[in-house]
């Protein structure tokens, strides 16, 4: 837990933030026997330590993952008298939007966590949530033996626990690409809907949430007084709508504008086959430019597509389904380190990690600056209650 307070650089303490986090920094702790096994196989330099940040402990409300540190930035205009961004992002006419804000309304896949921590918030803001589920969206449902009980347990029960009024659109309903006509029905009943989309991302300050947490993980290698460079050198993160690796290159990059030695590489890992590497890194590029303008950079001069690294070898067959590989990374972290993971993000995470933890491209930075120890920081961002409508003796089968 950190001894000091976090100490934001000036813009981005201006920037309005409601917490919904603890108030003390998500914590880290170290994966010892991945460090070890790591070790043992490589018995030379550099030496490696892995550790894990928490994110899935960040705070207080319902299964806590990585949506909650965006939303913290996007609540301020939810509850202003005259919210800027409430509007589907189809939204044609440039009519302002109407306040006070009713209604909470995201979409997802069936299993999706980031419409449960939306739920959560609007409860806790005393607003009402609807949630749309789209059965179409990855192959978690195709995959699963017992369609009933994916369709209705996991986070699609939380959901409903929660409070939510939730929706489900078969594949192919026109409202799965757009769903401005359900935000024209609330606001024909007299509600008024807040649109946030999917992950968050696309929302203009979906990224601001990841930039703050570069600035927490900074404040807290210089606590842990690291081995090597004293910084996490790589950190593992997985990469979907994209706003998360798009907020920490952002973050991290204002931090270390100043001058520091060397940089840390960012890995957002990729955990769906539909859309090519290009597509998210052109996404994850303008998410982080994005918050970079805001937090006081120069954008297109700050941030570059070099900045963006994606790795999208082990997306397995599908979004949404545990491939036999990834099951096993899943089982690995729990029999070794008794850290449970979701099936369908920080899984693949944790797959490409330790692939990368025998590979050459960790030892070759080791020698570009002269260090003998690695510090590598996998980010869990949540999810694990998604697990629970997973019959994993079947969705292992690949797709
Ligand atoms: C949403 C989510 C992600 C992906 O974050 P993005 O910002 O959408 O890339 C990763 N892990 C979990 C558990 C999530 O729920």
Known sequence: MAKTPLQLPEKLAQIPRYPILYPHPSPIHPLLSLTSSTNNRLHKTPQISVFTKREDHSAPLACAGNKYRKLEYIVPDICSKSPKYGHH??????????GPVTTLVTEGAIQSNHTVQVAALAKKLGLKALVLLHRGTGGGLRTARDKHAFLSTGNVQINRVLGAEVQIYAEGDPMTEDAEPVLQELFSKGEVPYWIPGGASLHPLGALGYA?????IVHQEKEMSLHGSGKFDFVFVACGSGSTVGGLIAGFKLLENDGMSCTRRIIGVLNSPTKPKTYHEQRVLSFARRAGGLIGLEPERDIKMLDVRLEDRFVGT???????????????MAQNESVILDPVYTAKVAR?????????????????????????LFIHTGGQAAL???DLDVHNQDD
Request: charged letters at 25%.
């Open 89 to 98: 992002e189809h939204h044609q006419e440039a009519d302002p939007f109407p």
């Open 212 to 216: 703050r947490a570069a600035v927490e």
């Open 318 to 332: 599908a979004y949404g389904v545990l491939d036999s590989e990834t099951k096993v990374a899943l089982e690995t």
């Open 352 to 376: 490409a990690m330790m692939h990368w933890l025998q590979e050459k491209e960790i030892s070759n930075y080791a020698e570009e600056y002269g260090l003998e120890h690695v510090n590598v």
């Open 388 to 390: 629970g409508a997973y």
